[in-house]
Nanobody, 122 residues
Framework: QVQLVESGGGLVQAGGSLRLSCAAS????????MGWFRQAPGKEREFVAA???????SYRDSVKGRFTISRDNAKNTVALQMNNLKPEDTAVYYC????????????????WGQGTQVTVSS
């Protein structure tokens, strides 16, 4: 069982930065792929970024070059550094942990956090 708690959301102007963090419980954190998803009102939850146990990363095209995902297995944390934020990045951001091979869809994750709101004003 893995429990996930996100933090770091907030309100920021376009062009600004935020850093989201996700703290995970469980002794097998290092074996999980970790992902960030987001969901805007009236839209489906969508993939943002993922990092596998090996450290390899994957990003949706619209955030490449602006967002960076990282993990610290010693501290059981995963972070999402978001730079040059745009109003279209506004959403609730969710941290997720998965033991399967798929990282770009929600099906690949078994555990989810409660979400943290990110609002980018124009």
């Amino acid at each position: 069982q893995v429990q996930l708690v996100e933090s770091g959301g907030g309100l920021v102007q376009a062009g600004g930065s935020l850093r989201l963090s996700c703290a995970a419980s469980g002794r097998t954190f290092s074996t999980y792929a970790m992902g960030w998803f987001r969901q805007a009102p009236g839209k489906e939850r969508e993939f943002v970024a993922a990092i596998r146990w090996s450290g390899s990363t994957s990003y949706r095209d619209s955030v490449k070059g602006r967002f960076t995902i990282s993990r610290d297995n010693a501290k059981n944390t995963v972070a999402l550094q978001m730079n040059n934020l745009k109003p279209e990045d506004t959403a609730v951001y969710y941290c997720a942990a998965g033991s399967g091979g798929v990282v770009r869809t929600t099906d690949g994750y078994q555990y989810w956090g409660q979400g943290t709101q990110v609002t980018v004003s124009s």
